[in-house]
Nanobody
């Protein structure tokens, strides 16, 4: 079971990036797929999740700027990031799991993780 994140890079403030997460090894259509991020010196924080039902949830800090979606292949999830800010700079990791609704914001409830991709937003 592997998750492969890609799409990070250097972008100016106000710009956009799209992150991709490809899952292999098993079918993830029944799993929630999420994005977390970790900035230098900070704890990992929740960004967004798309549950198997299709419902999506976002962190307040990125609400309205980021969109999580699944690809036509169920084992792929995207994070479209618009209006990026310097404070969005972090390593972004994708994760898969089946947390209950009250636990979707905690990384502890996701069993599978990708290696992370670095997003750097310059001011």
């Amino acid at each position: 079971v592997q998750l492969q994140a890609s799409g990070g890079g250097l972008v100016q403030a106000g710009g956009s990036l799209r992150l991709s997460c490809a899952a292999s090894g098993r079918t993830f259509s029944r799993y929630a797929m999420a994005w977390f991020r970790q900035a230098p010196g900070k704890e990992r924080e929740f960004v967004a999740v798309r549950r198997s039902s299709g419902s999506t949830y976002y962190a307040d800090s990125i609400e309205g700027r980021f969109t999580i979606s699944r690809g036509n292949a169920e084992n792929t999830v995207y994070l479209q990031m618009n209006s990026l800010k310097p404070e969005d700079t972090a390593v972004y990791s994708c994760a898969a799991g089946n947390p209950i609704l009250s636990s979707i914001y905690s990384p502890n409830y996701y069993a599978y993780w990708g290696q992370g991709t670095l997003v750097t937003v310059s001011s």
